[in-house]
């Protein structure tokens, strides 16, 4: 019997914008734990949270056991070595996410100047060049 405080397996999708197939493959390696009445799943405030942190993680690029081990520090009071491994994983990752954005400069820079030169080579085509 549903309660006010949990939402549906739709509404869940819906709320995260996810498709039901990845909800079910997060339950499925037991990042989310619905409670089930029948077929029917309903998530309360625990599994909103987590899939909160889930998607968080997923923006921020980490492996699906990265964010396993990131749940694992929220579940409950994380230890300094759980701390230090979470430490690890975020420095890792910004040094990944700054080399991605390096690489989109780059490429920003680079189209930007092809696009430039093509603005000029117009400019210098004859008015009467074929279009």
């Known amino acids: 019997?549903?309660?006010?405080?949990?939402?549906?397996?739709k509404d869940m999708c819906?709320?995260?914008?996810?498709?039901?197939?990845?909800?079910?493959?997060?339950?499925y390696i037991?990042?989310?734990?619905?409670r089930r009445e029948g077929r029917a799943r309903w998530y309360g405030p625990r599994e909103i949270a987590r899939m909160k942190l889930i998607m968080r993680g997923r923006r921020f690029g980490f492996s699906l056991e990265e964010i396993r081990q990131w749940l694992l520090i929220y579940q409950q009071k994380g230890t300094r070595a759980q701390y230090g491994v979470w430490?690890?994983?975020a420095?890792?990752?910004?040094?990944?996410?700054?080399?991605?954005r390096a690489e989109i400069d780059a490429s920003i820079s680079d189209l930007r100047a092809l696009r430039d030169e093509t603005v000029r080579l117009i400019e210098g085509l004859p008015p009467d060049?074929?279009?």
């Open 1 to 9: 019997m549903q309660d006010e405080s949990h939402i549906s397996f």
């Open 91 to 100: 420095t890792r990752q910004l040094e990944v996410l700054a080399a991605q």
């Open 14 to 27: 819906a709320m995260f914008d996810v498709t039901p197939r990845t909800l079910r493959y997060y339950e």
């Open 87 to 89: 430490v690890e994983f």
């Open 129 to 131: 060049a074929p279009e």
């Open 30 to 34: 037991e990042l989310l734990s619905p």
